[in-house]
């Protein structure tokens, strides 16, 4: 069965700073990889995904995160912070069928000025 | 615009009621999938369908139905045997087939059991 988990329930950086969200996945196999973002009491918008190729995956807003297979990680990171990028983040892997994700516990972000 | 449509936003229920929630998409997408949401928990699937008058159990079934009659509408019911059913619910589509799909999600709804 896959797992996802991401370090960290709550990061705070402030504006300008690094933005690392951290997060790990158990698979059998090669899994594909996706990291969403939810504003307050919204649905889940695609931020990047990773299905094979290249390990570095560049997603909206600046966003963009690597694959390390001998970490199991798939972390995302942003080289400065913006006010608007305060949003909870999930991490997610979908299996071989059916298109089903298996999400993480997710990272609420909080940017100070 | 194509997307997905939840309603109601918000709701209320009484103990011991069924409600049901409506999720309806205009992508002409295969798949369509209910999560639910809880606070430090993630999205846990509940049901998914892949194909009209068709449908899986997710992860935390027991205490919802679904049904399939239509691709663009998988309506979720929360019957009076779900023991928790306070939460934020999002329906989402997908392609299907490959996990390597990108889901599209709705806004959601809230439900609050008084």
């Known amino acids: 069965a896959q797992s996802v988990t991401q370090l960290g329930s709550h990061v705070s950086v402030s504006e300008g700073a690094l933005v690392l969200l951290r997060c790990n996945y158990s698979?059998?196999?090669?899994?594909?990889l996706f990291w969403y973002v939810q504003y307050p009491n919204q649905g889940l918008q695609l931020l990047l995904k990773?299905?094979?190729?290249?390990?570095l995956v560049k997603g909206i807003n600046g966003f963009e995160a690597e694959f390390k297979k001998s970490e199991t990680s798939f972390h995302l990171t942003k080289p400065s912070a913006h006010m608007s990028d305060a949003a909870e983040y999930f991490c997610?892997?979908?299996?071989?069928?059916?298109?089903?994700?298996?999400f993480g516990q997710g990272t609420i972000l909080t940017v100070h000025p | 615009d194509g997307g997905i449509t939840q309603s109601p936003k918000y709701l209320f229920r009484k103990e011991g009621q069924n409600v049901t929630l409506s999720c309806e998409q205009n992508?002409?997408?295969?798949?369509m999938y209910w999560y639910r949401q809880d606070p430090g928990q993630g999205l846990r699937l509940i049901y998914y369908?892949?194909?009209?008058?068709?449908?899986q159990k997710g992860d935390i079934a027991e205490g919802y139905s679904v049904s399939r009659e239509k691709k663009e509408s998988f309506p979720l019911t929360v019957t009076s045997a779900q023991k928790n059913p306070t939460a934020f619910y999002l329906c989402?589509?997908?392609?299907?087939?490959?996990?390597?799909?990108?889901?599209?999600f709705g806004a959601g709804s809230r439900l609050t059991v008084l």
């Open positions: 989402a589509s997908g392609t299907g087939g490959s996990g390597a799909n990108v889901l599209t």
């Open positions: 997610a892997s979908g299996g071989t069928s059916y298109g089903k994700l298996t």
């Open positions: 992508l002409n997408h295969d798949a």
């Open positions: 990773y299905t094979t190729g290249a390990t």
């Open positions: 369908s892949q194909i009209v008058n068709d449908f």
């Open positions: 698979s059998s196999v090669p899994p594909y």
